[in-house]
């Protein structure tokens, strides 16, 4: 044989390898992805990861993607109403106790609303939020809650959400307020 036949062999034993190399890269990876947990939210990545980031949001990561836990609107509240109970993500029951201090520009008449919805929206509980002292001030204003529902057990999710409302006694949309926190209901199984 020839020195050029030699050469152009070589040359294409090399590219065969090469080939054969990156195909075989590409088909673990697709092996990996396939035999990989679907993950699309925060819970899900603890639940298959486990390891949670000790931040405010909790933070997970799984496979190079970042998951944040879902606090509501709590942080962009923070400077009008502080909820000390139940936090976000909260496991309740009935009957709730709702304690916070909100400024005195979020009560009326000492009072303002509080909601409790299930994982659709559909109101199970409401009732006013009680301030524990002088609400007539722009300052922080202790409050109590006592919140009683009950849930259907067959229920599709054990996610909720609790509402507390500015009181708006205008009823002019643009003094219309909110702090909505996301919860989870107690002995209810995820469908």
Not at 8 to 36: F, P, Q, R
Not at 73 to 84: C, P, V
Not at 88 to 115: C, D, H, T, Y
Not at 163 to 187: C, Y
């Amino acid at each position: 044989m020839n020195k050029q036949i030699k050469v152009i062999i070589s040359i294409v034993v090399v590219i065969i390898v090469l080939i054969m190399g990156v195909l075989s890269v590409y088909l673990y990876k697709e092996k990996i992805k396939k035999d990989s947990p679907i993950v699309n939210d925060f819970q899900e990545c603890v639940d298959v990861a486990g390891l949670v980031e000790e931040s405010y949001p909790r933070q997970c990561n799984f496979n190079g993607h970042n998951f944040t836990e879902d606090i509501g609107n709590e942080q962009e509240k923070s400077d009008l109403i502080i909820l000390e109970n139940p936090r976000p993500n909260q496991i309740i029951q009935s009957p709730l106790l709702i304690k916070g201090r909100a400024r005195g520009m979020w009560f009326f008449e000492a009072n303002f609303p509080v909601i409790l919805v299930n994982w659709d929206g559909l109101i199970i509980a409401e009732g006013f939020a009680t301030a524990k002292g002088d609400w007539m001030t722009e300052e922080f204003v202790p409050f109590e809650a006592n919140l009683y529902f009950t849930i259907d057990k067959d229920i599709y999710s054990n996610r909720g959400a609790l509402i507390l409302k500015k009181d708006n006694p205008s009823g002019l949309p643009e003094h219309n307020d909110a702090l909505e926190i996301p919860i989870i209901f107690e002995d209810i199984k995820n469908k």
